[in-house]
């Protein structure tokens, strides 16, 4: 789905912090919705740009499967804490957090994966939003923040400064590499370091968004 065609659905709830949070993730991921369910598939919020009985529908039969999956008698199905579906028309993706609690995500059309780092991102705002202890997709996982970088010209895949602590900071670039190189739309990581000695690993993904790998000092991208 075009993200430039898109189109907000009315809401049938008030906006929350939680449907903010899911609407950016929708943004930074391209999946056309994104819905908090609880540990009995009721829906807490959602965000994206779909009717909001889909949402809810959808979201409430995915924690179903995850509850099937779990139920399986087998080493590793119970101790499921995310997967992604692809159907023909449509790709679907979910990421249990603690308490019964799961992130469902409807995903543009053929995906078979999702950004790991928009992901986690949103997991843990929802996380502080809801009370809720961490869960593993975020134990587990690198903590990677969203931030502004300026490129240098005419080559969009090099950063030349990044917003930090209320201005533009120049960066000097240590190291690049490829990450996925098999893919065609792969994401190109740097490792920068600030004129403060400050160094951190910087990741281009191929939606054109950026993340650092430490979020020590980093400011949120301005909403």
């Known amino acids: ?10 809401r049938d709830q008030a906006v929350s912090n939680f449907s903010a949070t899911l609407l950016r993730l929708c943004e930074t991921t391209g999946a056309a ?6 540990p009995l598939g009721e829906t807490v919020d959602y965000g994206g740009y779909l009717e909001p009985y889909a949402l809810k529908v959808m979201a409430a039969e995915l924690r ?3 509850d099937l999956a779990r139920g399986v008698k087998l080493p590793g199905p119970d101790q499921m804490q995310e997967f992604v579906v692809r159907a023909r028309g449509k790709s679907f993706a979910l990421v249990g957090l603690a308490e019964g609690y799961a992130l469902v995500l409807e995903l543009p059309r053929n995906a078979f994966s999702f950004s790991r780092r928009a992901v986690g991102e949103a997991v843990r705002e929802l996380e502080l939003e809801a009370g809720l202890p961490a869960s593993r997709f975020t134990l587990a996982g690198e903590r990677w923040a969203r931030l502004e970088v300026q490129t240098a010209p ?12 209320g201005s533009w900071r120049p960066v000097t670039l240590l190291g690049r590499y490829d990450l ?10 740097y490792r ?3 004129a403060s000695g400050h160094e951190f690993a910087l990741v ?3 939606m054109g ?3 650092a790998g430490d979020l020590s000092g980093f400011e949120p991208v301005p909403r």
């Open 209 to 211: 968004l950026w993340f």
């Open 33 to 38: 919705g994104a819905t908090l369910v609880d």
């Open 204 to 206: 281009r993904e191929p």
């Open 180 to 189: 996925d190189p098999r893919s065609r739309r792969r994401a190109v990581g």
């Open 64 to 66: 179903i499967i995850l």
């Open 1 to 10: 789905m075009s993200r430039r065609r898109r189109s907000l659905i009315p």
């Open 192 to 194: 920068a370091r600030l």
């Open 154 to 165: 005419g080559d969009r895949r090099r950063p030349q400064a990044v917003w930090f602590q």
